[in-house]
């Protein structure tokens, strides 16, 4: 695996390497030893997949506070998204900055996100599927997040039109 570190310290893009032969290829998607080796969470507690039906779908900005933080490694199957995160570490250089990146079922890449950051996406067409690892167990009444077009965060959306949960849409505003 290549690990591309972002601007946001701690949060990698990661491109699998593959090994191609007459049938296809093969390539690590996970490896507990590489992680650590990046000095990443590599426990793995709870995955999930999402299915968006429709291109312009939103989903976000979510986290979960301590003690249910989730480290999360995010791969789109099917279609493709653009993946947005939010580093909300107050101590941070990076604080309320955030950073995009697309990916696809044709690239493979993979988003490695550090606790305490706000992730969400936007489909970039329909039928789209969206496969998940948490480092964290989900915990409802942990669970929080930011508006997707907050002020404080400044994110370009590439798809005007937009599908989104009423409670993703009215977040309030993000007090630092």
Not at 59 to 66: D, E
Not at 83 to 92: E, G, T
Not at 126 to 132: G, I, S
Request: charge should be negative.
């Amino acid at each position: 695996m290549i690990f591309k570190e972002t601007k946001l310290l701690g949060a990698f893009v990661i491109e699998p390497e593959k090994q191609e032969d007459q049938r296809g290829f093969m390539a690590r998607t996970f490896c507990r030893r590489e992680f650590e080796a990046h000095g990443l969470n590599p426990q793995v507690a709870q995955c999930n997949s999402s299915f968006n039906k429709y291109k312009g779908t939103l989903r976000g900005m979510h986290f979960q506070a301590a003690p249910f933080a989730q480290a999360k490694l995010v791969r789109c199957t099917a279609g493709s998204i653009y993946d947005v995160i939010i580093d909300l570490r107050p101590l941070s250089p990076t604080f309320k900055q955030y950073f995009a990146v697309e990916l696809s079922a044709q690239n493979r890449k993979l988003f490695y996100i550090p606790e305490d950051f706000a992730h969400g996406f936007q489909t970039l067409e329909d039928n789209t599927e969206v496969f998940y690892q948490m480092s964290q167990f989900y915990s409802g009444e942990h669970a929080r997040g930011v508006r997707w077009d907050d002020p404080a965060f400044d994110i370009e959306w590439p798809v005007a039109e937009r599908t989104i949960l009423e409670r993703d849409r009215t977040y309030p505003d993000y007090l630092s």
